[in-house]
Each structure stands twice: as structure tokens, then as C-alpha cells.
């Protein structure tokens, strides 16, 4: 796992740490030094802790004027031991909330295991969003299963245009679009475009 990075060709376009908006801001990344691991793993220093010690992440994108941010995760997605839908609603996703960010793109192909507690901190995150949304890309199929047995696909958008995405050959923006338009066309069933 350590030789996972998270994505990197968008650093043009966004860099959490130089961000004065992020929950990020300041942080100092190693290249050599390897502080965090999942288990007994070793985990690459670019990805970002969140306070749970199975969940990681990095945050790719934030774009304040669309209210946008996109998130990749690494490790195992554990609310039943770690809480971890907890730190990452806590830690991450309200700072940004209190940005203006409403639209959430997670990036699930390194999340390798979900395990289940219960939904009211996806409720809770839901809820708040109002006019925006939370959409899952290209998490494995039995983790999606996993969380559509807990009815958590309520909250979190998965589905067959949002599966197998190549969205490494997008711009952020582009991305983003390709998404908000989906998630427009699921929230709104007459829409148009």
C-alpha cells in the first residue's frame, strides 16, 4: 500500500495545504518518511489523517465559486470499530461546509472494506447539504453493496454512471461538471440539458 499515492496531476489546479480555506492549510509533507500505516501497512506520507486509524484521505479539488470539493480516500471505511464517518464529517467535511462547499465527489477505489454502524452521521451530512450532494466514484462493487444494505445509498449517490469512470482524464472542472449533471438529472427527473 505505501506505493498508492493519491492523485497528483491536478496540483495545478489545487493543493489542499496552500489553501487557507482547507482543513489542511500549512501541512508539511515528507516524501521519504513514512509516519502513517493501516494496519500493519505503511501507507504513502502524502496521504492526509482524519483522526481515524483505518481511513485516509486527500483532498484533490475545492472550488469555492461551484461549492465543490473532491476527496479520494485510501484504507478500510470502518463505522463500526473507528466511527469513521464521524472524523470524516467532523474533521473534514464541516470546515468545508462552513466554506460554502455543498457538493462532495469521493473517490472510493482505494477504499478496500466498509463495515456498517449506523447513519446518522450520513443523515446528518445529508441533511445539511440542502442544495447540494454526495456522490460515491468507482468505490468496488461489494463495498457499494455494503452500503446499499445499510440504506446508506440514500444519502450517498452510487450507481452505474458513477462505476468504472475513468475521471483521471478530466480537468477538476470537467469532472465536476460530468457529475453535477448526473446528480441533476437523478435530483430532478424532468431536467433538460
Not at 98 to 116: P, Q, R, S, W
Request: charged content about 25%.
Amino acid at each position: 500500500m505505501h506505493d498508492i499515492e493519491p492523485f497528483y496531476s491536478w496540483r495545478n489546479y489545487y493543493i489542499a495545504s496552500e489553501d487557507d480555506r482547507s482543513p489542511f492549510f500549512g501541512r508539511i509533507y515528507s516524501e521519504f518518511e513514512f509516519t502513517h500505516a493501516i494496519y500493519n501497512h505503511l501507507i504513502h506520507p502524502q496521504w492526509d489523517e482524519i483522526g481515524s486509524p483505518t481511513l485516509f484521505i486527500k483532498i484533490l479539488y475545492a472550488d469555492y465559486e461551484e461549492s465543490v470539493a473532491i476527496i479520494e480516500l485510501i484504507g478500510e471505511w470502518n463505522d463500526c470499530l473507528h466511527n469513521d464517518i464521524m472524523y470524516l464529517k467532523r474533521n473534514i467535511i464541516e470546515p468545508m461546509m462552513h466554506e460554502d462547499i455543498n457538493k462532495f465527489i469521493l473517490m472510493g477505489e482505494n477504499v478496500l472494506n466498509f463495515h456498517y454502524s449506523d447513519d446518522c452521521y450520513y443523515q446528518e451530512w445529508f441533511d445539511e447539504v440542502e442544495e447540494g450532494w454526495i456522490a460515491g466514484i468507482n468505490f468496488r462493487d461489494f463495498i457499494i453493496r455494503e452500503f446499499e444494505s445499510a440504506n446508506i445509498d440514500y444519502y450517498i449517490a452510487f450507481g452505474k454512471h458513477f462505476n468504472d469512470l475513468n475521471w483521471r482524464k478530466y480537468s477538476p472542472k470537467q469532472l465536476f461538471r460530468l457529475i453535477d449533471q448526473q446528480m441533476t438529472r437523478r435530483l430532478n427527473p424532468h431536467y433538460i440539458k
